[in-house]
């Protein structure tokens, strides 16, 4: 059974601060790493995905991989009030055209 | 680029009828598309695996002659929900898959069904 677990939250952020989001997962043969972002009653949308342990950037957004811990983790810089929702760690376990399992998701409230 | 529709946005239907969900790739083709479902407060379950021209791969737990996939071209895959019930009030998602050598897939706005 693959599984990738998320803290619920609500995780409470002040505008302006780091905001840290962090996933494990089971199966240890996972190949690729993604984050959505979801807000409430709408369909999740990409914010970045990973492949390779290490950090990679994009904009306010890092996310990290450690593949050993099998652990990821996205860090939002500079909150924004707009980034209040609920971020999905998602993960592919068989590469290419398979389904994805994603986390519950933590809720995250950036507080103005 | 990369956008994903699908229609309708909401249904609302009557315990024992059929209602078809339509997903389409608007600007590339796909050869993979994917059904997930979301239940309030859960997160995305996949459903089944569908491929352009061949049988829907089901997950574990979903009854493929309840949930009818068909995936008849690259840019169109549907998702009938058979003798609907309350239980299948759910969000349904679907997603496209480039035939690019990605594995990024790319997400619908989701349909709201609601079986009274």
């Known amino acids: 059974q693959k599984e990738v677990e998320q803290n619920s939250g609500p995780l409470s952020v002040p505008e302006g601060a780091i905001a840290s989001l962090n996933c494990t997962y089971s199966?240890?043969?996972?190949?690729?790493f993604f984050w959505y972002r979801q807000y409430s009653g709408k369909s999740p949308e990409l914010i970045m995905f990973i492949y390779s342990n290490g950090d990679k950037e994009d904009g306010r957004f890092t996310a990290q991989l450690n593949k050993a811990s099998q652990y990821v983790s996205l860090l939002i810089r500079d909150s924004q009030p707009s980034d209040s929702a609920t971020y999905l760690c998602a993960v592919n376990s068989g590469g290419g055209a398979d389904g994805l399992t994603f986390g519950k998701g933590t809720h995250l409230i950036i507080q103005p | 680029g990369a956008v994903v529709s699908q229609h309708p946005s909401w249904v609302i239907c009557k315990s024992g009828t059929s209602v078809k969900i339509e997903c389409r790739s608007l600007d590339f083709q796909a050869t993979t598309m994917f059904w997930y479902r979301q239940f309030p407060k859960q997160s995305l379950m996949l459903m089944a695996t569908s491929n352009e021209g061949s049988k829907a791969t089901y997950e574990q737990g979903v009854e493929k002659d309840k949930f009818l996939i068909n995936h008849a071209s690259l840019t169109l895959s549907t998702l009938t929900v058979t003798s609907a019930h309350p239980e299948d009030s759910s969000f349904y998602i679907c997603?496209?898959?480039?035939?690019?050598?990605?594995?990024?897939?790319?997400f619908g706005p989701g349909t709201r069904l609601t079986v009274l």
């Open positions: 199966d240890r043969g996972s190949q690729s």
């Open positions: 997603s496209a898959l480039p035939g690019t050598g990605t594995d990024t897939q790319y």
